[in-house]
């Protein structure tokens, strides 16, 4: 029976994984972890265990990892927590998504029972360009553009964090990068941009996207979780269609306008009502595209995305 | 808002009647779940491409073509030949050429210059009717899937190529039989005469626009009603491991080989081609 620490655990994904790793007979407890005064909608239940860990504190973190994660001898750190807000900055941001990570590897590196670190990334550490093939397999370059948003410089920090540790460890470490979940209540940037009254998209174009569920993101997790070996995979989501037709079948018109007259109009928008949606963040993607190939994960541990979408106009062909 | 797939089945139909829909309709491609495959290509496109196209390749350049039994009907293959015309209708015209005589039918993979997704609304039709970007990780990855790519080894040079150097192939770049070798597949070469007289270029400017290579000033304002002669020749299929695919010296010489072929076929249709225009 194996323990497994879960950070990020009050997120939508982390909470289902969560209730999945409860329902599982090869896990003896679960450690959830997730920010101060987060609401704990997680269950009462005799095999979990629910702390508040401040990621940004690395004493915390440690304490955690040296505290109860010992006593409880977990072998399997599942770390999720990373900033919600793309437009946070500074030290605090940056702690929390690079920092994190830094320190959990290095913790688990030196702890007694840790044997694996899987650790969530993000489909936006991907470099999209002209010159690039839009499907992305995990030697696709990353982007070190220094003027991206520092959400996105610091992701890729921290999935390089991790890489960079890959068969020097005494533990084994698994990178996922995931396509963004199309879900209310997840926080993603599409969700926000398609639960606009209308969107805009750049003039001209039409690009091919891959979304996911919180659904396929879990059964991913869950298989790297009991998996062997290490290495960074992609996980793609079930859809993959063009940015008008995710529109369609969200039921969001969209117009098209010049790339400039978008910045400005989302960066008002977040002004005058907190919306998180960047275009800065997705600029390059809403233009030419950008697919996960999942067949490394595919291969490796079995993951094939199963779930689509619930779009609320519904999809003709999926399924 | 963009061409809906319905709308551009609806125009298809109403251009071209029910034929173009039905080859559409059995064309083989890897569908992503919501009718596009992961490239974009979507069959009601391709139906709208072949009606929209269709009086070119009928009435203006008249498409005279042969050899469409060395096309393998299924499998991944290469078809690799000269490039020319300053527009790139020659690309077009193969295309449909292709969708229109392979049964079942089947859409070429156009390998587009990286600049061509920089273009609006071009780029995302290209797209919709099977054009990718010129990377390698496209071309692998469609190889893989067991698609057929169109692929101009002489890229922008040979398509801005001078009057003067007409049928004379440029710089025959290795990537396609390097790609060919690495899959196991076929490269089939086809040689296409009249795209080279269609639009002679008199200057070229540079380009204000950093992702266009330059821009073309031609004699004409429309592409001259020559006649397209298009002949497909023999596979060829390269005595080479996938290993061997980096082997610059086996590359070299595959490419030699595609590129003799193609210029077989090039004196071959200039030989037998009455005039310009017919």
Not at chain 1, 16 to 45: F, I, K, M, T
Not at chain 2, 115 to 124: A, C, I, Q, R
Not at chain 2, 127 to 144: E, Q, T
Not at chain 2, 215 to 243: K, M, N, Q, S, W
Request: one cysteine or more; glycine letters at 10%; charged letters at 20%.
């Amino acid at each position: 029976m194996m323990s497994v620490l879960v950070t990020g655990a009050t997120h939508p994904v982390g909470r289902q994984l969560v209730h999945q790793l409860l329902s599982d007979a090869r896990v003896g407890h679960v450690l959830a972890s997730g920010r101060h005064g987060d609401p704990a909608p997680l269950p009462n239940h005799a095999r979990l265990s629910h702390l508040p860990l401040d990621l940004t504190k690395s004493r915390e973190v440690h304490d955690v990892l040296f505290g109860p994660a010992r006593d409880l001898g977990v072998e399997v750190v599942v770390h999720l927590g990373r900033t919600p807000d793309p437009w946070r900055r500074g030290r605090s941001a940056h702690a929390g998504d690079v920092e994190a990570v830094r320190s959990i590897l290095d913790l688990s590196d030196r702890h007694p029972t840790i044997r694996r670190v899987v650790i969530l990334s993000h489909a936006v550490v991907y470099r999209v360009g002209l010159d690039l093939p839009i499907l992305v397999t995990e030697d696709h370059p990353l982007n070190l553009d220094p003027r991206s948003p520092q959400v996105v410089r610091d992701r890729v920090e921290a999935d390089l964090t991790a890489c960079a540790r890959m068969g020097l460890a005494d533990c084994e470490i698994v990178v996922l990068r995931c396509a963004e979940a199309l879900e209310v209540g997840t926080g993603g940037q599409l969700v926000d941009y398609l639960s606009a009254p209308l969107a805009l998209r750049p003039l001209g174009f039409d690009p091919m996207i891959n979304v996911a569920t919180v659904q396929d993101l879990v059964a991913s997790i869950d298989l790297a979780t009991f998996g062997h070996g290490e290495g960074v995979f992609n996980i793609p989501g079930y859809d993959t269609l063009p940015l008008t037709a995710a529109a369609d079948l969200w039921g969001t018109p969209t117009i098209p306008a010049p790339g400039r007259w978008i910045e400005a109009a989302y960066a008002w928008r977040h002004r005058l009502t907190g919306s998180r949606f960047s275009w800065g963040l997705n600029r390059q993607r809403l233009h030419f595209g950008l697919v996960l190939d999942g067949t490394r994960a595919r291969d490796a541990f079995g993951y094939v995305p199963r779930n689509p979408v619930a779009w609320p106009r519904g999809s003709q062909r999926a399924g | 808002m963009p061409l809906h797939p319905a709308l551009a089945r609806a125009v298809a139909a109403a251009l071209s009647g029910d034929e173009a829909l039905e080859r559409s309709d059995r064309l083989h491609f890897t569908d992503a779940g919501h009718g596009w495959d992961r490239f974009g290509l979507h069959p009601d496109y391709v139906a709208l491409g072949n009606a929209v196209a269709g009086p070119l390749y009928d009435h203006w350049f008249r498409v005279r073509s042969e050899g469409h039994e060395h096309i393998p009907t299924t499998g991944a293959a290469v078809l690799a030949g000269n490039h020319s015309g300053t527009l790139p209708l020659d690309g077009a015209m193969v295309w449909m050429d292709v969708v229109r005589h392979t049964e079942p039918p089947r859409v070429p993979r156009p390998v587009a210059d990286y600049f061509v997704s920089t273009l609006p609304f071009l780029s995302t039709l290209f797209a919709r009717c099977g054009v990718v970007g010129g990377s390698r990780g496209n071309a692998r990855a469609l190889l893989d899937a067991g698609e057929l790519l169109l692929i101009f080894p002489e890229g922008v040079p040979g398509i801005g190529k001078r009057f003067s150097e007409r049928y004379q192939l440029q710089n025959w770049r290795v990537g396609h039989v390097e790609l060919a070798i690495r899959h196991g597949a076929p490269v089939i070469p086809f040689g296409l005469v009249g795209a080279e007289e269609q639009m002679p270029q008199i200057a070229r400017i540079p380009s204000p626009v950093g992702a266009l290579p330059y821009i073309p000033i031609p004699a004409t304002l429309l592409p001259l009603p020559v006649r397209y002669h298009l002949a497909y020749g023999e596979p060829i299929h390269f005595d080479a491991t996938p290993d061997q695919a980096d082997d610059p010296v086996v590359v070299r010489e595959g490419a030699r080989r595609v590129r003799d072929a193609v210029a077989r076929l090039l004196v071959r249709g200039l030989s037998r081609r009455e005039g310009i225009f017919t």
